[in-house]
Structure formats: C-alpha cells, structure tokens
C-alpha cells in the first residue's frame, strides 16, 4: 500500500521505501516509529509499557494528514523541494496551535530529516533530525559528569560507562517530553543549528512525545508510559553505611556494633566486593565470611539492613562458567574469545579476564536469580548493590559484543535496566515487597524495577562535589527518582587532610538532602593490594572530632526528616514526582529558576543551596517568585524573586523552606 492509510488507532505512511507510523501513547502523547525495511517491528527491547485506549482523532488528505491525542498534534507534510514522496513530522500544541518540534524541510536528498545506511542485514546507521530553537533548554538525558543542567549546545554519548548514564529521555522548556526509544549505541547532538539523534545500528526510528503545561506533568506521562518507581521501604530512607571494603564478617558487625555503642543511626550497612569466591559463584567466601545467616540475624536484632554487592562478571574458573557458557547464558564475542573486562579476583594474582552473564536471556536472569538465592537470600540478605552494570568492558568496542537480543552497538544499553528487573522479578517471586537495588547504570524504565542510582566512582574533590548537583537533578528529570553519590566521593580521599575533611562536611550537608543518604569511598591511606586491598576508615567518626560533631547531628537531623521523604516518595511512586528536582520543576514561571544549577528543591517545601567552595562560608541564594521563604536555621522571612547573600558557617547548609508550609526549622 502506498501514501497515507490507518489501521485502527495507527496514522501510517508509506512511499519510496520508508514506512512511518503514529499512534497515540498515552495522555496527550505519541509514539512515531519509521523505518527503511518492509515492516515496523512491535518486538524489539524497549521501555514503553502498552498505553491505555485513548481519544484521538486521524484526518488524511491527499496530500498530507495529522493525529491529534489530547493536547499534541502532529501533521505529516511534505518534506520540500517537490519531494511528496518524502513527509516531514511537525509536532504541535492543539489547544494554541504552537509549535513544539518539528523536523526541518529537506533541502536535498542527503539533508532528509530521516536517513537510515546499511549496517549490515536488516539494520541501519541511522539519524534523526529535528529543527533547534534558540530559546530552548533541555534537561534529563541521564546521568553526566559534564557539569550542566541545561544541556543545550551539548553532544550527549548514547552509552553505559561507570559515572555516565545514558538515558535518552529529556524535557524541553518549551512543554514537551521526548524519550529516544532506542537503546543503541548512538549520540544526540543539540546543536544551535539541529538536534540530531544518531543510532549507530538500528531496525529502525522509535521515539515517544509528550506535552503538558508544567515539567510535573511532562514527567508524570512519562512515568505512565515507562513505568512508576514502586514506594521506597521506609529504612531505605536512613543512612547506609559503606566503604571500599569490609574484609571479614567481623569487621562489618564491630562496624555496627560501634554505631549502636554510639547511638547513632544506622539503616544499612553494605558488604562491597571481593567478598565472593570468585566472580560468578555467587556467594560469600566461607573463610572470611563464615556465618552469614547468623550476621544477618544479629544485624537485624539492630534494625539494620545488609546489602551486598552483586557483580555481573562470571569468571572462568567459577564454578558456574561451563554451564553458563553451554546454555548460552553468557555475553558472546563477535570475534576471539568471551572475555570482556580484565580484573583482579580472589586467590588469583594478577588480572583475569572475565566474561558478562547476558541479561537480555530470560533464562539467564533466572539463572542469576537462583545462584543469589541460594548464595545470599537464604542467609537473610535481601537489599542489592549492583555494581558495574553497564556492563563495564574494555576495551568499549560494542560492536563486538553478542547478546541474546542482538549485536552489542544495537542493544546494550538497556543491559543495567534488565538487570535489575532480574533481580526485581526474583524478589517478587520470593513474596518479597520491599525491594531495591542500587546501581551504577540505568536506562529508561529501571525506575519500575525498583533501581537507585548513583553517581559512580568520581573523585573526592570540590570540582567533582560541584558536578554531581546538575548530575543529580538531570538523573531526576530523566524518572530516576531513587538517587545518591558516595559521599565524600570515591577517589582519592585523603583521611588527614584539612580539605578533604571539609569536603566530606560539605557532602554530607548536601547527602541529607538527596533521595538516598549514603556514605562511600575508597578511603587513603589504605592497604594490601589488589583483591586484597581495602581502603581506609570511612566511619561518620573517621574525619576528625570537628567533622564527627557536625555529622552526627546530621544522622539526627535525616531521622526527623524521614515522614516528609517518605511523603517525597508516595510522590514519586504515585505521579512520577522526583523527590530532588531543579528549581524549575516547582517554580516555571520564574524564568530565572532555568538557569540555577547549584540549588535544588527537596520536596515542594525546602529549598537546598550546597556549599560546594572550600573555605566558603557563604554563598549567594536565589529565592523563587511566587513564595516567600523562611530561613530554616533562623527563622527569618525573605520575599521571593530576589538574590541573598546567605551566611554559611561550617556546620550549616542554607536551607529555606516555603513559609506558607509551615515546616518545623532545622535546629
């Protein structure tokens, strides 16, 4: 068939070996779906759930046609220069009749708003073009080290890597949601001439667009279209204790131990890596961790949680690699040998080189469940670090990895997002409720398998402390509501260092107010080496009496916030609501609130202004129009739409909270 029919709630066209398809997804949303092969795929990997039956309307004319869904309209037109076989996508407001995103005319063959080159058999290298508008900023995207919230005249890398989430949905201040429903290897490109979405192997186009009149609704019919986030476990929202690492069962529980001796808060505590066999058995190394079951139990008697950390890499000298590798459970290569990552593990000297279990396979997800079960579960363990998810190879040539869905350069992006549903999915069938997994890479729709997100191994310093606010809050624009750092950060800390022990006051004051509060790193001096090696103290009593006395009043202060994060939550579970959101999200009519990057809200009623300077004891704040604000530490009431200078002495964060909402100060 050729030119412009429907079938059912699908606008389609299809001339000069290009099929284009739109229908409705959702409330006032869509999904467009193109292709250069003879027919559009339902079954490939994505994030999309199936939408509601929707009211909408389809018009075709002999010449162009549109489908509306609620408040978004798009119209298919002819490209340009007399090309009628070519139709060019214009996406607009149907209550005003502005334009939201369009793609641009063609102005040659070569300059086509879509362009797909062979890449062997049925895929194709392939771009997607849009128009840029000069006023426009755009956020989400994922998780990045960049240093930017408003990521307009950036070239975003569609790929996993460890402190890099790809997750290729983003807001526009012009009204509109867009997620890239593709998880190849790619790049977006938001230049001041186009945006161009690049998949570097791909069937074909998918993308879904929303509108809505506030950044509130654009991420609530997202969180319908891609899943909503399950409630967080109340203990979640405490503090989680950790370090780069905990040798010995008996070093964990003294650990413990020392925080109940001190009274001090404590929710989780975490067992990182090397704790195993070896990579891929699974299970805790008997001789350094001899009774888990009755860790576990002593640990819970404390109300706290144990979360130990799961690697996906599968050794080849661990007792599940033949059978693995003869079920085809394992991440192939394309050429050479299934070895992807070269690491050290336990009892070997020198690195090894490891392989990937593929969580594209049903049957390896089941798999890795039952080893975990049988190693971990049934000992008590019942909260997941899992770690270096991307997966993690080197060196990152994608395209010579073999999932059980397809080439790597085509699929494994989405690797983190079915991981944690194998985990997710193994916790529902133990009647388990309260589940979460915290990892160091997602992709769009790990929300709904109950993935946290942090920021990966960044560097203990101010520069990268600063970085992690705009990393943060683009996580929360892009439905990851569950989101932390290592406080501290992960490299290079030094224990004695002046600056250092600053810095760690600074992030934790910051730590308070993020979704998950959570201390981390790989402390200096330490020792041992290699799989031996465990970095020094990272105890909240570990920096110094000065840093010690400011800390634990924080723990304090976590404890009596908890019944607002836990209102922040049901938010987030219930509407997509990120508990940490830009100024913007609560404020859009306030054009300045777009441009702040190093304030945020936590929740509609306090305002959060980090002191991310070494030596800085105060700090300029900029308080939204359409409020007025009290100084949570002083009381003081200060009208909206102004700048402050805002005292900032070493052991106070500025905080403002919304006088109207009446939120008991800090102190």
């Not at 194709?124 to 840029?132: G, S, T, V």
């Not at 186009?194 to 929303?210: G, K, L, M, P």
């Not at 290569?333 to 990937?356: C, H, L, N, R, W």
């Not at 509407?575 to 913007?584: A, Y």
Request: aromatic share 12%; hydrophobic share 40%; net charge negative.
């Amino acid at each position: 068939m050729s030119g412009f029919h429907r079938d059912g709630d699908k606008l389609i066209f299809e001339r000069s070996n290009e099929i284009i398809q739109i229908q409705p997804w959702g409330a006032d949303s869509l999904r467009v779906r193109t292709t250069a092969n003879r027919m559009i795929r339902d079954d490939l990997p994505g994030a999309l759930l199936a939408p509601e039956p929707a009211d909408f309307q389809i018009e075709i004319h002999e010449k162009h046609a549109s489908i509306q869904n609620g408040a978004i309209l798009a119209e298919l037109n002819p490209a340009g220069n007399h090309r009628e076989d070519r139709m060019s996508l214009k996406f607009s407001n149907a209550l005003t009749g502005e334009e939201v995103l369009a793609e641009p005319p063609a102005h040659f063959p070569r300059y086509l708003p879509r362009s797909y080159r062979p890449a062997g058999g049925d895929h194709y290298r392939i771009e997607q073009r849009f128009k840029a508008y000069e006023d426009e900023k755009i956020y989400g995207l994922g998780q990045h080290q960049h240093g930017l919230l408003d990521q307009k005249g950036s070239v975003i890398d569609l790929f996993q890597i460890n402190t890099e989430v790809c997750i290729p949905f983003m807001l526009s201040n012009r009204g509109y949601g867009f997620l890239w429903h593709n998880p190849a290897v790619g790049r977006v490109e938001l230049g001041t001439t186009q945006t161009r979405w690049v998949a570097e192997s791909s069937q074909q186009i998918d993308y879904w667009i929303t509108l809505a009149d506030t950044p509130a609704g654009i991420l609530s019919n997202y969180a319908d279209a891609s899943g909503h986030a399950p409630l967080l476990p109340e203990w979640a929202a405490g503090f989680w204790q950790c370090k780069l690492r905990y040798r010995t069962q008996e070093e964990l529980l003294e650990v413990a131990r020392e925080y109940q001796r001190r009274g001090l808060p404590l929710d989780v505590i975490v067992v990182d890596y090397f704790h195993w066999s070896t990579q891929g058995d699974w299970q805790f190394d008997p001789e350094c961790w001899p009774d888990p079951t009755g860790m576990t139990r002593e640990l819970d008697e404390m109300g706290v949680k144990l979360m130990v950390s799961i690697w996906p890499t599968v050794n080849p000298i661990s007792k599940n690699y033949a059978e693995m590798r003869e079920q085809g459970l394992l991440v192939r290569s394309e050429s050479g040998i299934p070895a992807q990552m070269d690491f050290v593990d336990v009892g070997q000297e020198g690195p090894t080189f490891v392989a990937y279990y593929d969580p594209t396979n049903l049957a390896a997800r089941h798999f890795i469940w039952e080893q975990v079960r049988k190693g971990y579960y049934q000992h008590g363990v019942k909260v997941w670090w899992l770690d270096a998810c991307e997966p993690e190879i080197f060196p990152r040539h994608p395209e010579n990895l073999r999932y059980h869905l397809g080439n790597g350069l085509a699929v494994t992006n989405i690797y983190p997002m079915l991981h944690a549903r194998a985990f997710y999915e193994g916790m529902q069938a133990e009647g388990e409720s309260e589940i979460i997994s915290l990892c160091r890479s997602a992709w769009a729709g790990s929300q709904r398998y109950g993935a946290a997100l942090w920021s990966g191994d960044v560097q203990s310093n101010f520069e990268e402390f600063r970085a992690q606010l705009p990393a943060g809050l683009n996580a929360a624009i892009s439905g990851i509501p569950w989101w932390t750092t290592d406080i501290g950060g992960f490299f290079n800390g030094e224990l004695h260092d002046p600056t250092f022990q600053e810095l760690v006051i600074r992030w934790f004051q910051y730590g308070l107010f993020c979704p998950l509060f959570r201390l981390h790193g790989n402390r200096l001096p330490g020792n041992g080496s290699g799989a031996s090696w465990s970095g020094g103290p990272n105890e909240v009593w570990s920096f110094g009496e000065e840093a010690y006395d400011i800390i634990k009043e924080l723990l304090f202060l976590r404890e009596r916030l908890k019944p607002y994060i836990m209102e922040q939550m049901k938010a987030a579970h219930e509407n997509g609501t990120p508990p940490m959101r830009p100024l913007f999200f609560d404020f859009p009519g306030d054009p300045q609130t777009w441009d702040i990057d190093d304030q945020f809200m936590f929740g509609p009623d306090y305002l959060v202004a980090p002191v991310l300077e070494y030596g800085a004891r105060a700090r300029k704040v900029y308080l939204p129009a359409g409020s007025t604000w009290r100084d949570a530490w002083r009381g003081e009431v200060q009208q909206g739409g102004q700048w402050l200078e805002v005292a900032a002495p070493l052991d106070q964060i500025p905080v403002f909270t919304r006088s109207e909402a009446e939120r008991p100060l800090l102190r």
